[in-house]
């Protein structure tokens, strides 16, 4: 005879299954080589399929043997906005950003969670496995170019160098912990603490293969908040080198 177990069991069995498997199981740790990652999420909090994305991200960024050698940054697109809530961090720029690198990459349009690994290589922001994958694989990419960043009192200075010319010297200020409470669209009723995001991105040069560009930048950094500085390729999106404070 046959016993059936009732339908509410059995969705509590199975959720529980997940809860534990995902506590269970400890997030990989990359294999890194000496190349420092660029990991950029571009998100937004009015679409339901991001959060799981934020919260790999923010695991990224607060995981200590990572710091400095996976560089995450967050980027809240505008075109959620007009769908029940206006995510209080999107900027037309951003999701300017994200069609720039679709035009690159020869995608068919731009979606969210969707993340960019040192410009040239883009997955499902919440896709754990592959993107542990390429930032292990991008870690140990020969490279001819560096750059650092540094805070000097209410400046940051950047010093970067290349073999090659047409590298812009980009700066990108971040802010980090930051609580909103979502009360219209897709995650109504949610309480987000978000990280790691962008609130400036400034090009403060451009390489020309022979020489080395050195620039103070006045930024005043508040309260949780940071700056990247990394070399990239205008016209292909590549990102040659990145550098954290």
């Known amino acids: ?25 400890p997030h990989p740790i990359p294999d890194l080589g000496d190349q420092p990652v660029l990991v950029e999420l571009f998100t937004s909090q009015g679409c339901s399929s991001c959060p799981p994305a934020d919260e790999l991200l923010q695991r990224i960024a607060h995981d200590r043997n990572l710091h400095g050698r996976v560089i995450p940054l967050a980027y809240h697109v505008d075109y959620w906005d007009h769908l029940g809530w206006r995510d ?25 969670p969707q993340v960019v690994i040192n410009g040239t290589r883009q997955m499902v922001g919440s896709a754990s496995g592959a993107i542990y994958r390429a930032i292990e694989e991008e870690s140990k990419r020969m490279t001819e170019a560096s750059v650092s960043i540094k805070r000097d009192g209410e400046d940051v200075v950047v010093s970067a160098g290349a073999l090659g010319g047409g590298l812009d010297v980009m700066i990108a200020v971040y802010e980090d912990d930051v609580q ?21 991105l400034l090009r403060v040069g451009t390489l020309d293969g022979k020489s080395a560009v050195n620039k103070r930048v006045r930024l005043a950094l508040g309260p949780h908040m940071g700056a990247v500085a990394f070399l990239q390729n205008p016209k292909t999106g590549y990102v040659a080198a990145s550098s954290v404070i």
């Not at 016993?3 to 269970?24: E, N, Y």
């Not at 909103?180 to 400036?200: C, P």
Request: hydrophobic share 40%; net charge positive.
């Open 1 to 25: 005879m046959k016993r059936w177990i009732p339908v509410a069991l059995l969705f509590a069995i199975v959720a529980a299954f997940f809860v534990f498997d995902r506590q269970a199981q």
């Open 88 to 112: 209080p961090f999107s900027s037309r720029e951003w999701s300017q950003r994200q069609g720039d690198y679709v035009h690159a990459m020869s995608l068919d349009s731009a979606y969210t």
């Open 180 to 200: 909103t409470n979502v009360e219209r669209g897709e995650n109504r009723g949610r309480t987000f603490v978000n990280g790691s995001i962008v609130r400036k």
